[in-house]
């Protein structure tokens, strides 16, 4: 399954939104679908760390379920631990 399939699969669309240059990107649900926002002014590392950190959320279904950080500090472990291979399923 390629990722845009798994994608249309789960219901997980990714834009491009302009949020000031204090937000790189955030997730949310709603209406059954998910949705990736990645502000296209920073960088395309910058964008890729984004879209994975955001995708974390989305995996370990954290989307309206975390108080005060701890989904942050979680998707930053599992991040930097790597565990889901996120870095390997989106193209560089």
């Known amino acids: 399954m390629t990722f845009e399939d798994y994608?249309?699969?789960?219901?997980?669309?990714v834009?491009?939104?302009?949020?000031?240059?204090?937000?790189?990107?955030?997730?949310?649900?709603?209406?059954?679908d998910y949705l990736i926002a990645i502000n296209p002014i920073f960088d395309s590392q910058s964008q890729k760390k984004t879209f994975e950190h955001e995708m974390l959320h989305v995996l370990?279904?954290?989307?309206?379920?975390?108080i005060s950080g701890e989904c942050e500090a979680a998707v930053n472990r599992l991040l930097h631990d790597d565990r889901f291979g996120v870095s390997n399923i989106i193209a560089p």
């Open 60 to 66: 370990e279904n954290h989307l309206g379920s975390c």
């Open 15 to 32: 834009i491009y939104f302009n949020f000031t240059c204090r937000i790189r990107g955030l997730c949310t649900f709603q209406d059954g």
């Open 7 to 13: 994608c249309a699969v789960y219901n997980i669309n």
